[in-house]
């Protein structure tokens, strides 16, 4: 969404070792909203999304676009609709990779990430507590 964050990628990419799998980072240069998103916005910023994806394509020779940030998720059925390649709506794709995970039944490496000492699960289960009564209001 805007070159504020890009510092943000370039490191991911970095720690991920995935640069050659990239070919451009850009941005439309609009400050992010994380309470609207993009909600009455659309008719500038998805064209400008769609800009700047075909360059990604074009220029860059991206054959994927992957959406930087849950915060264009709205974006992601115009932009598939219009481009020639796919889009990845990041959002959806962490979700199924989580239930991927825990469906084979994997969990993180108790070598390089062991139990706590002090575990707080009365705070995890406060937080799904309040979660789901917020829900269910």
């Given at each position: 969404m805007w070159p504020h964050w890009q510092h943000l990628?370039?490191?991911?990419?970095?720690?991920?070792?995935?640069?050659k799998h990239c070919a451009s980072v850009r941005w439309i240069d609009?400050?992010?909203?994380?309470?609207?998103?993009?909600?009455?916005?659309?008719?500038?910023i998805f064209p400008a999304l769609e800009a700047i994806a075909r360059?990604?394509?074009?220029?860059?020779?991206a054959d994927v676009i992957l959406l930087g940030s849950t915060t264009m998720h709205q974006s992601h059925a115009?932009?598939?609709?219009?481009?020639?390649?796919?889009?990845?709506?990041p959002g959806p794709l962490t979700y199924k990779l989580a239930e991927t995970?825990?469906?084979?039944?994997?969990?993180h490496s108790r070598a390089?990430?062991?139990?706590?000492?002090?575990?707080?699960?009365?705070?995890?289960?406060a937080m799904l507590d309040a979660a789901e009564a917020h829900d269910q209001s």
């Open positions: 990628y370039r490191k991911t990419i970095g720690e991920l070792g995935v640069e609009a400050t992010p909203d994380n309470q609207a998103l993009m909600a009455g916005k659309e008719s500038d360059r990604c394509i074009e220029e860059d020779g115009y932009l598939a609709e219009r481009l020639s390649v796919p889009v990845v709506n995970v825990l469906g084979l039944g994997l969990t390089a990430y062991p139990t706590t000492l002090a575990p707080r699960r009365d705070v995890i289960h």
